[in-house]
């Protein structure tokens, strides 16, 4: 009889008593200084508080000089800039990543200042659906005094301005105005009011229904694979793929795990319902694949939903690490 070998003995996780150590490898080097319009944080990124609907505004003119722990206060959790850290503790010259589901383009956005203020060159994918969104990826990067590329149209065009764009040494970030997919073409994507960041690529059969169970028009956006997005970076080996897709991210990362093996040292995974926590630690466990993070999402379930995603109240993440590649 054969013994199931899960996980690979090699990976450490990162408890939350060392978070301190790691938030603090993010520090700006020189002490960030505040500006009427923006909070800027203690790794020196500026957020423009009126361009996010749902963030606190009286944080912008402010300077958030503490570590995040437990959180940010209006975007994310400690553990989520945990992640970051740990992709950049890596000793090369290029660190490159690729954001899906990006929003703003936070991830992508704080991963080319932090490498820029230690003098490390850093190159980086943003995949944002939501063309309002793409937007203020756009701003938000160029108020950090980061050159942008946007990559738009069909898949076609969108899969042309990736190649062009990898040959491109003046624009460090190219957003992608599509959803990210195993495989090229259109899906469906629902109209959400642009405070709502939970919209995604899911919908009832045969119903204008998305995972939490709200009606909403939909329209045709461009798909653009995971291969074609991979194939975009220099380098072979990508430090980290970021990954926030309400509700989709297993059927996403287990129909293009190949291409991801073959590809990513570290994997941040946002995580939407206790199935696709289950799902993705059983598929990836068995592939070698290590947990370095694991924090569950929190659901409360009320009223009815047509899905488990759609009771999350709180998202999770899984930080994965690819214990095959190495730079």
Excluded at 24 to 46: C, I, N, Q, Y
Excluded at 59 to 73: E, K, Q, R, S, W
Aim: aromatic share 8%; net charge negative; proline share 7%.
């Amino acid at each position: 009889m054969t013994v199931p070998s899960l996980g690979n003995g090699i990976t450490r996780s990162i408890p939350p008593s060392e978070y301190p150590r790691w938030l603090g490898m993010l520090d700006s080097p020189t002490p960030p200084s505040a500006h009427p319009e923006f909070l800027t944080d203690w790794m020196g990124v500026r957020t423009r508080m009126s361009m996010l609907p749902w963030a606190p505004q009286e944080l912008a003119g402010t300077v958030a000089a503490h570590h995040p722990i437990p959180d940010d206060g209006y975007r994310s959790e400690d553990f989520e800039y945990v992640a970051l850290a740990r992709a950049l503790d890596v000793q090369t010259n290029l660190f490159q990543m690729i954001e899906i589901g990006a929003g703003w383009a936070p991830w992508s956005v704080a991963a080319i200042v932090t490498c820029r203020s230690r003098g490390r060159e850093a190159r980086a994918i943003a995949v944002e659906a939501d063309s309002r969104r793409v937007e203020w990826a756009v701003r938000h990067a160029e108020d950090n005094g980061i050159t942008v590329r946007v990559a738009i149209g069909d898949h076609h065009s969108i899969e042309s301005t990736i190649r062009e764009w990898r040959d491109d040494d003046s624009r460090p970030l190219l957003i992608v105005c599509a959803a990210a997919w195993h495989e090229s073409g259109e899906l469906s994507f629902p109209k959400v009011p642009v405070d709502d960041m939970g919209a995604a690529v899911w919908t009832l059969p045969g119903t204008d229904v998305d995972y939490r169970g709200a009606h909403l028009e939909h329209s045709a956006i461009p798909a653009v694979s995971m291969r074609s997005l991979l194939e975009g970076l220099r380098d072979p080996i990508v430090d980290l793929l970021h990954v926030d897709v309400q509700g989709v991210e297993f059927e996403l990362l287990e129909a293009c795990a190949h291409e991801v093996q073959e590809r990513v040292l570290l994997m941040a995974v946002g995580t939407h319902s206790r199935i696709s926590e289950g799902h993705l630690l059983d598929f990836f466990l068995p592939r070698g694949w290590g947990v370095i993070i694991e924090s569950p999402c929190r659901a409360e379930y009320l009223m009815t939903r047509p899905t488990l995603a759609g009771f999350t109240v709180q998202d999770g993440m899984q930080l994965w690490e690819n214990p095959f590649l190495t730079h």
